[in-house]
């Protein structure tokens, strides 16, 4: 079956870098992304890594490595408005057309 | 461009009664997905669908049933609700596969609210 695990919460103060784990087991592997989700909104998507390695956006950066099944989320210069719920999910199936998502970290960003 | 929207934002059921929530999309993907998400936890996929005229089962199907009878919508369907359904709906759509990263992008609506007493 697939499961992903990913720390349940995470605190960092304002300025700060912190790093999100994602550890996964699946099969079909096709990618790894990553969304963020402020309390009552939708998801929304931040990266997505099909090849191993970091890829940079701004102030945040996912890297994966598939033959250790994990990936992570990095993210730099903390603001306030970062504090969310931060979800890993992999892309897999037989022709990649699904996703499947981890648990959730909640980040809280203090002054 | 509207994205990505949902109706009803929200709604309270009784046990037993059924309704339809539909999703809407106005940037011809070809994917849809209907995902469920509990307090505290992650989306689970209901189903899905890779184009017009086609669904697929996803993780938690049990319950519910689709319809993609035109690209732009996307049906979820609760014929006798239960409690256990009670949970935020989030449709989302997804261009055809490929391997730049906006092609893995998912564009979700804003979300359903269901309560089922």
């Known amino acids: 079956g697939q499961s992903l695990e990913q720390p349940s919460e995470v605190t960092a103060v304002e300025g700060a870098i912190v790093q999100i784990n994602c550890t996964y087991q699946t099969s079909g592997f096709y990618g790894l992304s990553w969304y963020q989700q402020h309390d009552g909104g939708a998801p929304t998507f931040l990266s997505y890594?099909?090849?191993?390695g970091l890829e940079e956006t701004g102030r945040f950066s996912s890297f994966l490595s598939r033959s250790d099944s994990y990936g992570y989320l990095l993210l730099q210069e903390l603001q306030m408005k970062d504090s969310a719920s931060y979800f890993c999910?992999?892309?897999?199936?037989?022709?990649?057309?699904?996703?499947?998502f981890g648990p959730g970290t909640r980040l809280s960003v203090l002054p | 461009n509207a994205g990505v929207t949902q109706t009803p934002k929200f709604r309270v059921l009784k046990t037993g009664q059924s309704m339809t929530l539909l999703c809407a999309q106005d940037?011809?993907?070809?994917?849809m997905y209907w995902y469920r998400q509990d307090p505290g936890m992650g989306l689970r996929l209901i189903h899905y669908s890779v184009g017009e005229g086609t669904t697929a089962k996803g993780e938690v199907p049990d319950g519910y049933n689709v319809s993609r009878l035109k690209k732009q919508n996307f049906l979820l369907g609760l014929e006798s609700a239960a409690p256990s359904q009670t949970s935020v709906y989030f449709c989302?759509?997804?261009?055809?596969?490929?391997?730049?990263?906006?092609?893995?992008?998912?564009?979700f609506g804003p979300g359903t609210r269901l309560t089922v007493l």
């Open positions: 999910a992999v892309r897999e199936g037989n022709y990649g057309q699904n996703f499947v």
């Open positions: 940037m011809n993907h070809e994917y």
């Open positions: 989302a759509s997804r261009r055809l596969s490929g391997w730049t990263e906006s092609d893995n992008e998912q564009f």
């Open positions: 890594n099909a090849l191993d």
